[in-house]
DNA sequence: ATGAAAGCGCTAACAA
DNA sequence: TTGTTAGCGCTTTCAT
């Protein structure tokens, strides 16, 4: 059996009613602070804890707040999710993370769960651009956060590394290194990086002075290796280039398969930067040059707006945006 | 407002009481077939969902299970999560999963979280070989499964991959490739993996006919590069040997970046095997042979052992070990 | 400053 | 087969 509030209050000999004032820091003013010194120690003999069933039921909240992740396997995510949680947990929430496998049908069903579940907010990582299911539940007045991904239409909160000042940053580096036949093999057209990156990178191009026309650009169906092996040969077999800048790490190891298949070779023939900076992309050869994106505090500032919005009721409105470095390692030499 | 129990009996003209036992389907049998029609359609009609803490609030259950990992941005426990999420959430039980980053302290954080929360089983990836807590939840009668990690003394259930065929197959492979002098770079003593693999290091090369002495293990503090790098030093600072079989992948890739730094190639000089088949490993250079676990696998047939424990009160007692195959890439070649 | 009492939404014994 | 009732553990008005 349970230690209940009934028992912290008799040992303590006061009610319930009051045991449960002294308990909460929130209304503990209301009693005396003798009372309520007999209140906590009772709880502490008793190691009391409180029911959150109990309370949820009566307060209409729970204090979970539901993370949506696409895939957790993506190392991408795990820092992410890891900042977010250190973050939900001081402030008292507990996390339920969703994977949704990148299948629209499972993140419906992953929400509906999480909804079930009456979960207070909700940190979103697996909307694609356009989300029918999330802006629903936005509009429905649903705290919630995107990470690592935008809204375009709804005015959706969201928290991404600066993904324009990234491809910047890749762009100039090679153009520092001699580089002018530069192209992008960029990500999904359905994500909001894919989109953003691709942009990003005809603008950069453009203002920084290398060859940018539209055929320098290339688009994987997914962030994957196949894809971005897939993707890279498709380019090939139209321009030819001494350098690509990828749309993540996945596709610029793909791309870095596809230029060996046909006897070219990274760096030598062509320079490759990569997205996001994963653990191991350092351990290849050639070690990949990459853009580095804060995950863990991507979760984390996501978690803190959230949670704002969830205690506060303070609606986070605009996109925080996190400055990102270039790492330059292996995959990137000057032109030869 | 939330649409309740009420508001659905109402519309179908029932007794709550009626409702809820039409909505179950462990108690619908008691309902007559047209009452059940008419109580379902109701429900759908006005979208209802049962509110979790109500109902737990009632039966003492929560169909929450909480899952404990070591660290999840190890990429050996995403797929052990998932393949038990989806087990799970397909028996109705919600996942929520609390990363320990191997820390005694936060272990027992979140073992507190979750007994808070009311969890009704366990899934517990994060015990090190002597766990206090768990082992005292699991003798108050909590269900558990431990996953990728054994227990020593106490009798708790466990669902690992096959460590000992698993290493008898590394050095067979080594054996035949000639390789006589075999080291083992083991994983940390307080785990139960780095143990078992070391024991069978040794009862295979004993059986297969390799130098086993003593000398010829070495143990990380931990599974990771450094770790793996400095104990491979250690090793090559006493004895000299042609092949490695490293406790994990991790230790692996330390291992082959220590050679690297004496002046030796793998596999020219030292083979090298890893254990995991984690993602990546087989883009490296050279592309690892190592033993693939089938984790997905084993997270699920974790969580079926608990589902069974917790629906139907049958205790898993046993360690449930899955089989495991050698994947031989580039880090192992022939004695010269 | 504290006690009394009602009720959150649901289930389960009991009655009919 | 269905309705009635009580109550899970907690918070929160309303009294006192």
Same mark, same amino acid.
């Given at each position: 059996m349970p230690v209940t509030l009934r028992d912290v209050a008799e040992r303590a000999g006061v009610h319930p009613g009051t045991a449960s004032r002294a308990l909460n820091p929130e209304t503990r003013s209301l009693v005396s602070e003798a009372t309520v010194r007999r209140v906590l120690q009772a709880a502490k003999a008793l190691d009391y804890r409180p029911n959150p069933m109990a309370r949820g039921l009566k307060t209409n909240r729970t204090t979970m707040v539901g993370v949506l992740v696409p895939d957790l396997s993506n190392p991408l995510f795990p820092p992410i999710v890891r900042g977010a949680e250190v973050e939900l947990s001081r402030a008292g929430y507990t996390t339920i993370i969703a994977d949704t496998d990148n299948d629209p049908e499972r993140e419906a069903a992953a929400l509906n769960?999480? /909804? &079930? =579940?009456q979960v207070d907010g909700l940190l979103v990582g697996s909307a694609r651009r356009e989300d029918e299911a999330i802006a629903e539940l936005f509009a429905q007045g649903m705290p919630m956060v995107l990470i690592n991904r935008r809204s375009e239409d709804v005015p959706l909160p969201a928290v991404t590394g600066d993904d324009a000042y990234g491809v910047e940053l890749a762009v100039r580096h090679l153009r520092e290194l001699g580089h002018t036949a530069i192209a992008h093999v960029a990500g999904p057209g359905d994500m909001s990086t894919?989109?953003? /990156? &691709? =942009?990003?990178?005809r603008q950069a191009v453009?203002?920084?002075g290398a060859a940018g026309s539209a055929d320098?650009?290339?688009e994987c169906a997914t962030y994957s290796i196949e894809e971005g092996a897939r993707a890279t040969h498709?380019?090939?077999e139209r321009v030819s280039v001494t350098a690509i800048?990828?749309?993540?790490?996945?596709?610029?190891v793909g791309a870095i398969e596809a230029l060996r298949a046909r006897g070219l070779e990274c760096p030598r023939d062509v320079s490759v930067v990569g997205f996001?900076?994963?653990?191991?992309v350092d351990k290849l050869s050639p070690p990949l040059t990459t853009v580095r994106v804060p995950h863990a505090d991507v979760g984390a500032e996501a978690a803190r707006l959230l949670v704002r919005w969830m205690a506060e009721g303070v609606a986070a409105t605009t996109t925080t945006t996190l400055p990102v470095e270039l790492v330059v390692r292996g995959s990137t030499a000057p032109l030869a």
């Open positions: 769960a999480l /909804r &079930a =579940r894919g989109v953003q /990156r &691709a =942009r990003s990178f453009s203002e920084l320098l650009v290339v498709e380019l090939l800048v990828a749309g993540n790490d996945q596709i610029a996001n900076d994963m653990p191991f």
